[in-house]
């Protein structure tokens, strides 16, 4: 009795392994046939104001502005 279920058990582990083998083969093809995509620069820095020395300075930018608006609901 105690063979049959060792046997069942290693019957098991084989199958999931290969199982599991076979997931990341197909998962590594999908990545290797996938288009690659280059990083472009989507847009240069605007700072028409140099920073300031001293560090810190607080500046109404066009991101501060968006946020205030999706917070005044």
Known sequence: MQDSQVN???KS?????F????GVGAA???V???PKVEATDAAPAQ???PPP?????????EHVKRYYR???A
């Open 53 to 61: 020395e001293k560090g810190g300075g607080y500046q109404l930018s």
């Open 47 to 49: 700072s028409a104001k």
């Open 28 to 30: 590594a093809a999908a």
């Open 8 to 10: 069942d058990k290693q």
């Open 13 to 17: 582990s084989r199958r999931s392994f």
């Open 19 to 22: 199982a599991g083998a076979a």
């Open 32 to 34: 290797a046939v996938l």
């Open 70 to 72: 999706t917070t005044s």
